[in-house]
């Protein structure tokens, strides 16, 4: 069974910085990239940022100049630095494993998987 277990989010002030953490557990074999999601109440959920193994990232145009995205292999997890938080960046902060190759009693398989997610709430 495989696991994304974030971390980090909380309420922040405009202008403030948090740093979200995801890690992954469980029977993997194999995967490649991390993302970082978000869906605001009444909004579609959104790719805010991913990271290849190899460290190539890619981010949202709301995303790029305030957040970072970083991971560690050798711990299996991801990162999500965020400065200059604004209010329209109140969401459910999602983890997302967009494919891994895993080992379930029925063999080997590929699958996705997401994180319970972790609410981040800008605000004055």
């Known amino acids: 069974q495989v696991q994304l277990v974030e971390s980090g989010g909380g309420l922040v002030q405009p202008g403030g910085s948090l740093k979200l953490s995801c890690t992954v557990s469980?029977?993997?074999?194999?995967?490649?990239?991390l993302q970082w999601h978000r869906q605001a109440p009444g909004k579609e959920r959104e790719l805010v940022a991913a990271?290849?193994?190899?460290?190539?990232?890619n981010y949202a145009e709301s995303a790029k100049g305030r957040f970072t995205i970083s991971r560690d292999n050798t711990k299996n997890a991801t990162y999500l630095q965020m400065n200059n938080l604004k209010p329209e960046d109140t969401a459910v902060y999602y983890c997302n494993l967009p494919w891994a190759t895993v080992q379930t009693t029925r063999g080997i398989m590929t699958q996705e998987f997401w994180g319970q997610g972790t609410q981040v709430t800008v605000s004055s």
């Open positions: 469980g029977s993997i074999i194999r995967f490649n990239d």
């Open positions: 990271i290849a193994r190899g460290g190539s990232t």
